[in-house]
T-cell receptor, first 109, second 115 residues
Framework: QQPVQSPQAVILREGEDAVINCSSS?????VHWYRQKHGEAPVFLMI?????EQKGHEKISASFNEKKQQSSLYLTASQLSYSGTYFC??????????FGTGTSLTVIP | NAGVTQTPKFQVLKTGQSMTLQCAQD?????MSWYRQDPGMGLRLIHY???????DQGEVPNGYNVSRSTTEDFPLRLLSAAPSQTSVYFC??????????????FGQGTRLTVV
């Protein structure tokens, strides 16, 4: 049930771009993205709904392809503050919400 | 607003002991859930509730019980702790589930070690 994320980990220099992918074997109602700093709780970034909507949050945007059951998170011109673990979250069945396996992102100067 | 409050923040248990992890939210959210977080495995759903008096199992429910007697509270009970339950536990709530159309708010987590 748990969506699969790739890559598992990525290291970037400040200013570089990154893409994190989230893939599910089941049909998705919606996709969420969260970021978790070390030792803290996950924090909501954005929701994507059916229809291939692309949402944005500062220099972070995402897309949702419901036919392919995939979502991608795009981080452009990365900043040190972007470091953390990114999780996608998906509503697969009516009332169950599953998070992905996580992608560790480290931005270095 | 306090948001989602979890207690305790840290706990060490001996194998076989039982305990309750507390979770309370003051946002009048209908949907509440418990996750465990283990290295490399992300957040896995243990149990969830769509409203007072209604609970259901998630992906990894064995060894855990929940109840939802009020909208605000959603405690997680470990019946007989095992080392495999060593993990970080997060409680989350959202206004309504509606197929995941509302964001989840998380508590600060409980780091549990079973020895």
């Amino acid at each position: 049930q748990q969506p699969v994320q790739s890559p598992q980990a990525v290291i970037l220099r400040e200013g570089e771009d990154a893409v994190i992918n989230c893939s599910s074997s089941k049909a998705l109602y919606s996709v969420h993205w969260y970021r978790q700093k070390h030792g803290e709780a996950p924090v909501f970034l954005m929701i994507l709904l059916k229809g291939g909507e692309q949402k944005g949050h500062e220099k972070i945007s995402a897309s949702f392809n419901e036919k392919k059951q995939q979502s991608s998170l795009y981080l452009t011109a990365s900043q040190l503050s972007y470091s953390g673990t990114y999780f996608c979250g998906t509503a697969i069945t009516g009332n169950q919400f599953y998070f992905g396996t996580g992608t560790s992102l480290t931005v270095i100067p | 607003n306090a948001g989602v409050t979890q207690t305790p923040k840290f706990q060490v248990l001996k194998t076989g002991q039982s305990m309750t992890l507390q979770c309370a939210q003051d946002m009048n959210h209908e949907y509440m859930s418990w996750y465990r977080q283990d290295p490399g495995m992300g957040l896995r759903l243990i149990h969830y509730s769509v409203g007072a008096g209604i609970t259901d199992q998630g992906e990894v429910p064995n060894g855990y019980n929940v109840s939802r007697s009020t909208t605000e509270d959603f405690p997680l009970r470990l019946l007989s702790a095992a080392p495999s339950q060593t993990s970080v536990y997060f409680c989350a709530s959202s206004y309504r589930f509606l197929s995941g159309y509302t964001e989840a708010f998380f508590g600060q987590g409980t780091r549990l070690t079973v020895v």
